[in-house]
């Protein structure tokens, strides 16, 4: 995310205060790995997800976030054949909603890969009247099991807009602390304690206090990988405007 804002403004100067706290998912696959995955299915089309480093979007088409990777995916001519990288789970959901059979990365998200169906079914048995959220990146039986799959800006929005007073909630247990606060009246379990991203909880207020004061850890990306994975985003950009 970091070298993205960087990438998208350039003039600026952007810091992340934990050098650590990158995406476990976004070094499932390197830019050598996705070349030669291009060589295997020449002519492709390659879309990637935004938990991506700015070398594999250099190497890609499209980038795209889990809100709207399907409408980047429908914006791709039918003839063409898309490759998807690098997590397979939002690829094989955003392939059942479109009908289109995409070539898959075998990459997943470390944290949302350990909520389990048994602790959904666990919690539908203990809350009847509780609907159930789950995040696209979960694995496909997870999402099987879900009322709703959905961004993590989509659930904020349904929390909101809902009148369904109990939800079951199947993402990042961080995002919990904004739905009750933004929904004083209504109560949200978490499918699973172990759905925690340990490199996301290691940014804290004081070492971003401190990055900001030192400027320390700049996000620097070499020029000609920044115009390249640019254009991916820009490509995202331009279908929604």
């Not at 995310?1 to 995406?23: D, H, N, R, W, Y």
């Not at 998807?84 to 479109?98: A, C, E, H, I, R």
């Not at 904020?156 to 369904?164: R, W």
Request: glycine share 4%; with cysteine; hydrophobic share 40%.
């Amino acid at each position: 995310m970091a070298e993205t804002a960087a990438i998208l403004s350039p003039q600026k100067t952007v810091v992340l205060p934990v050098k650590e706290a990158g995406c476990p998912m976004a070094d499932m696959i390197t830019a050598d790995q996705l070349r030669q995955l291009k060589e295997e299915h020449p002519g492709a089309t390659v879309i990637c997800y935004v938990n991506s480093t700015a070398e594999v979007k250099a190497e890609s088409d499209y980038c795209c976030t889990s809100a709207n990777a399907e409408a980047v995916v429908r914006a791709i001519p039918e003839t063409e054949e898309i490759i998807f990288v690098p997590d397979k789970n939002l690829g094989q959901y955003v392939s059942s909603k479109t009908g289109r059979n995409l070539i898959l990365w075998p990459g997943f998200c470390a944290s949302h890969i350990r909520i389990l169906p048994e602790d959904i079914k666990r919690l539908k048995n203990d809350y009847n009247d509780g609907l159930v959220m789950v995040h696209p990146e979960c694995s496909e039986a997870v999402r099987n099991l879900a009322d709703e799959i959905l961004s993590t800006g989509g659930m904020l929005k349904l929390a909101q807009q809902s009148d369904i007073a109990e939800f079951i909630v199947g993402t990042e247990l961080g995002i919990l602390h904004r739905l009750r606060k933004e929904n004083p009246g209504k109560h949200f379990y978490q499918s699973s304690e172990a759905a925690i991203c340990f490199n996301m909880k290691r940014i804290e207020t004081e070492n971003i206090l401190w990055s900001l004061q030192t400027l320390t850890h700049k996000i620097e990306i070499p020029l000609k990988i920044a115009e390249k994975a640019k254009i991916s985003i820009e490509r995202m950009l331009s279908i929604f405007n």
